[in-house]
């Protein structure tokens, strides 16, 4: 049987995932769940790099984003769900690739220069945060992954990756997989407010988790066409986030295609075209809301992340042991 090739990506345990996280990554991961060995990384040291104040509600978080990822229908079972800080080994390879990686280099990286200028006082800025676009190579490089499904923001970091896994393989030995970036049709689903990326930590998330009545308000209040203040406007339709979700979540096309020529014209409101616009993302969430209320059972949550890191150790120590030798920073003998 030819062995199955690796996936590696996974989450910041901040917050709920939103339909952002669900388009932008999660749809090729459930796409992907049997035809790769796959590597779902809860990346708690990742969230200290932005959030080391915020350590009390970590667990919480965890739970929360690991019963997500079963609502949508990651399977335990079938792919290894671990915990960052329980693989001691990516932190250690985060170290050993560090020497040789340029500070210039990663001060280059768009998504660093952004998280770095929104410190509110630059004597904030830790080496932690500098460091994490190492770390996340180190995620990725230590299973020898080959695919990498992310959402746009994160692409800066996979090029990272690939650029580390070739600077090692030529200075010392071929021995790291170089991975592949896989972005999907939606890489960076923009918010509610029209503004930025949809974020867990900006409030202008739907995340799957909301109930039926948050969905209707969320998208009752969502931003349209700025210059459209009644409803006999012409509106734009490119770049308006209201069709944007709706080109998503509508498999209606008779019935969008007609909503966007009515806007065009001025001759539908905005409150027709959002209520099928909440009715569409309900129905989408749905099922995730039913499945979700199978796993509330928080003790099966933990043994699925011990028993997941463990088997994920295993590989990271072997690998590691390889890259150690390769480095000629083995000293086993003593
Ligand atoms: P935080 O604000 O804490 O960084 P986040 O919402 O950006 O949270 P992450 O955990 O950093 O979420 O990202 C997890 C994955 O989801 C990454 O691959 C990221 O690219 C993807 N992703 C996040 N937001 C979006 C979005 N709006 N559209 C598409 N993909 C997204
Ligand atoms: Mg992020």
Redesign the pocket.
């Known amino acids: 049987m030819l062995k199955k090739q690796i996936l590696v990506?996974?989450?910041?345990p901040?917050?709920s995932?939103?339909?952002?996280?669900y388009?932008?990554?999660?749809e090729n991961r459930l796409k992907l769940q049997d035809d790769f060995n796959c590597f779902f990384l809860i990346?708690d040291l990742?969230?200290l790099t932005?959030?080391n104040d915020k350590v009390e509600e970590l667990k919480q978080n965890i739970q929360s984003l690991v019963l997500d990822w079963l609502a949508v229908g990651l399977d335990p079972n079938r792919s290894n769900f671990y915990l960052q800080s329980l693989i001691p080994e990516i932190s250690e390879l985060t170290l050993l690739l560090s020497m040789i990686c340029s500070v210039p280099r990663v001060q280059r990286i768009p998504t660093l220069k952004e998280k770095a200028s929104m410190l509110n006082d630059q004597e904030n800025y830790s080496v932690g945060l500098l460091s994490y676009p190492v770390l996340m190579s180190s995620d990725i490089l230590i299973f020898n992954a080959s695919k990498v499904?992310?959402?746009?923001?994160?692409l800066s970091h996979v090029e990272l990756a690939r650029e580390l896994s070739r600077r090692f393989n030529s200075m010392y030995q071929e021995l790291i997989v170089e991975p592949e970036p896989l972005i999907?049709d939606?890489?960076?689903?923009?918010?509610t407010d029209g503004k930025a990326?949809?974020?867990?930590?900006?409030n202008n998330?739907i995340f799957l988790s909301d109930s039926e009545d948050e969905v209707n308000k969320k998208v009752m209040r969502m931003f349209t066409d700025p210059n459209r203040t009644s409803a006999d406007i012409p509106g734009k339709v490119e770049g308006n986030p209201v069709f944007i979700y709706h080109d998503i979540f509508n498999d209606d096309l008779d019935e969008l295609n007609e909503f966007k020529e009515r806007y065009r014209k001025g001759t539908i409101g905005d409150v027709e075209v959002k209520k099928s616009l909440a009715r569409r993302i309900n129905t989408f969430l749905e099922p995730i809301r039913e499945k979700r209320l199978k796993f509330s059972n928080n003790s099966e949550i933990f043994d699925i992340i011990i028993d997941g890191s463990k088997k994920a150790r295993e590989i990271a120590k072997e690998n590691l042991e390889k890259i150690k030798d390769a480095m000629k920073i083995s000293f086993k003998e003593f």
């Open positions: 990506t996974g989450d910041r901040t917050g995932l939103h339909l952002g996280h388009v932008g990554t999660l990346a990742h969230m932005t959030h499904p992310v959402g746009e923001d994160q999907s939606f890489p960076r689903l923009i918010g990326k949809m974020s867990k930590s900006l998330s």
